[in-house]
């Protein structure tokens, strides 16, 4: 899985899927059912930390579920695997905007919703109309207001994999657009320029507060465990500095977390979805 994830690490899994359609992913869906076997739907890995045993049973990328349609008033349908950048792009073009945050985000639709990906303030989950899932080897359309969610947070069943997503758009000059774009891409490369691979945040923020400041308050800014390093140019950013194991992220996570709860008294959480198997 080290090369299905933006932190490159993690160990084998035993069958990666890739299909390529919604019938192709019911059917396999249903033979894994059949056989017991569990499965994990991902994007492009951008938040997931897969430990160094690896996964036992399927990965099912949705990365061929990649389209997005003008669906009318304003709402575009977009499938779980087309990028963040894609969507933002698709309703540029249609003179329709209001989701420049996630511009910069990367991964997919599929991921944003599962994560509630956001930033700025704002989330992906206040666009979305109506969330596509199969269910019980069912497709279901769920309103967002069926659902429960809040900060990087949506409640689904295990087993559950986001199809598609409908955003409502808002009208925008697509000049607007393209300043929100660049103006978001732009921060990121100064801001989250860290120079090793990472996952973005390691930890979320908890109210009111930046996870990045109690680490720095704790005084683990630049602090390492094997190769995982908490980056020196943003220290919510836990980086692979070379040659790092799962072992090492888990084990400088656990150390940033027992020096924060130490200073600060705050319970850090993880953002990052940490699966799989202890070698
Ligand atoms: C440099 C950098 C900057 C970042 N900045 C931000 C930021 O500003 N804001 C932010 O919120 N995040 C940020 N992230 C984290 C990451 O980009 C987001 O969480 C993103 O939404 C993950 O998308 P993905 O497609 O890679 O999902 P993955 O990492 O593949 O999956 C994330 C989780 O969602 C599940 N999942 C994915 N797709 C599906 C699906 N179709 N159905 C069911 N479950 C699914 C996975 O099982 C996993 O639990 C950043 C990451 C990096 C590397």
Not at 4 to 28: F, I, N, R, W
Not at 72 to 101: K, S, T
Not at 121 to 150: K, N, S
Not at 184 to 205: I, M, Q, T, W, Y
Request: aromatic share 6%.
């Amino acid at each position: 899985m080290s090369r299905h994830t933006s932190l490159k690490v993690g160990g084998p899994v035993d069958l990666y899927a890739v299909p390529q359609d919604a019938e192709d992913l019911q059917m396999l869906v249903r033979q894994l059912t059949e056989q017991q076997i569990p499965w994990l739907a991902i994007g492009r890995g951008y938040n997931l930390l897969v430990r160094d045993g690896g996964i036992r049973g399927a990965v099912i990328s949705l990365e061929q579920f990649n389209r997005i349609e003008a669906v009318g008033d304003g709402r575009i349908r977009a499938e779980a695997g087309a990028e963040n950048l894609a969507v933002v792009r698709f309703g540029q073009q249609l003179g329709l905007g209001g989701v420049g945050f996630i511009s910069g985000i990367p991964g997919t639709i599929g991921g944003a919703i599962r994560m509630n990906a956001g930033a700025y303030g704002e989330g992906v989950l206040q666009h979305t109309v109506c969330i596509a899932l199969l269910r019980g080897g069912t497709v279901c359309e769920f309103c967002i207001d069926e659902l429960e969610y809040g900060y990087r947070r949506l409640d689904l069943l295990p087993g559950d994999v986001v199809l598609a997503a409908t955003l409502q758009l808002e009208p925008r000059d697509p000049a607007v657009t393209e300043t929100e774009i660049r103006n978001d891409l732009e921060l990121r490369r100064s801001k989250h320029n860290v120079g090793h691979p990472s996952a973005g945040s390691f930890f979320k923020n908890p109210a009111g507060q930046a996870a990045w400041r109690l680490i720095d308050a704790a005084g683990l800014r630049g602090a390492s465990e094997g190769g995982a390093l908490v980056s020196p140019v943003h220290s919510n950013f836990l980086v692979n500095s070379g040659n790092a194991t799962a072992a090492d992220f888990l084990m400088l996570s656990q150390r940033v977390k027992a020096a924060v709860l130490e200073q600060s008294g705050v319970a850090l959480e993880e953002e990052v979805r940490i699966v799989g198997e202890e070698p």
